[in-house]
């Protein structure tokens, strides 16, 4: 059984940083950090391939945020700094249990999701 659980959100102002966690249980995956305000589709944010080898960003956070994992620990982690308003909404970690095939900005490609975590960004 796969489950994801996100911690780590807040308010901040902006300028700020926040790390969101996301622990896995169930197996090591491919995994992905999106966003969605309410009323909004949920866009992708990063994502990091099984191994780590690969990381893939929007070009919205590119330079700012930093996804990483420590599969000891069954933990995907979402550094985010310099933290604007626009970057408000609710954040989902997801899994990949059959790999996302190139497509890793596709929100189809995950099958499991977090519960999600607020982040609020203050001007």
């Known amino acids: 059984q796969v489950q994801l659980v996100e911690s780590g959100g807040g308010s901040v102002q902006a300028g700020g940083s926040l790390r969101l966690s996301c622990a896995v249980s169930?197996?090591?995956?491919?995994m992905g950090w999106f966003r969605q305000d309410p009323g909004k589709e949920r866009d992708f944010v990063a994502a990091?391939?099984?191994?780590?080898?690969?990381?893939y960003y929007a070009d919205s956070v590119k330079g700012r945020f930093a996804i990483s994992r420590d599969n000891a620990k069954n933990t995907v982690y979402l550094q985010m700094n310099s933290l604007k308003p626009e970057d408000t909404a609710i954040y989902y970690c997801?899994?990949?249990?059959?790999?996302?095939?190139?497509?890793?900005?596709?929100?189809?490609?995950?099958?499991?999701w977090g519960q999600g975590t607020q982040v609020a960004v203050s001007s």
């Open positions: 169930g197996g090591t995956f491919s």
């Open positions: 997801a899994a990949a249990t059959r790999g996302y095939g190139g497509r890793y900005s596709e929100s189809s490609q995950y099958n499991y």
């Open positions: 990091i391939a099984w191994l780590g080898g690969f990381q």
